[in-house]
């Protein structure tokens, strides 16, 4: 059974910065990508970041030039640095990887609690 582990939310004021991490219970490089998403008060979930298996990354167009999604190969842990924080990023954030050797296989870690203050 795989596990994903958030850590680093809470409450920050408008401007402030916050890294987000995902500790997997097996090696990344099993994934074929991993992802943030984020859920808000009556909102759908919406993608926030993805980083492929080989590296390359993608971001929604909402948080391009302000969040940053890297790993740590080493620790099976990826991460998600965001700067420039705005109120409309409040939402719990999730940890998502699908299985690269599963295709059909997803996980979803607990989500994150991230508050923006005006």
């Known amino acids: 059974q795989v596990q994903l582990v958030e850590s680093g939310g809470g409450l920050v004021q408008a401007g402030g910065s916050l890294r987000l991490s995902c500790a997997a219970s097996?090696?990344?490089?099993?994934?074929?990508?991993m992802a943030w998403y984020r859920q808000a008060p009556g909102k759908e979930r919406e993608l926030v970041a993805t980083?492929?298996?080989?590296?390359?990354?993608n971001y929604a167009d909402s948080v391009k030039g302000r969040f940053t999604i890297s790993r740590d190969n080493a620790k099976n842990t990826v991460h998600l640095q965001m700067s420039s924080l705005k109120p409309e990023d409040t939402a719990v954030y999730y940890c998502?990887?699908?299985?690269?050797?599963?295709?059909?296989?997803?996980?979803w870690g607990q989500g994150t609690q991230v508050t923006v203050s005006s």
């Open positions: 998502n990887a699908k299985d690269y050797y599963r295709p059909d296989y997803d996980y």
């Open positions: 097996r090696s990344i490089y099993s994934f074929t990508f």
């Open positions: 980083i492929m298996r080989g590296g390359i990354t």
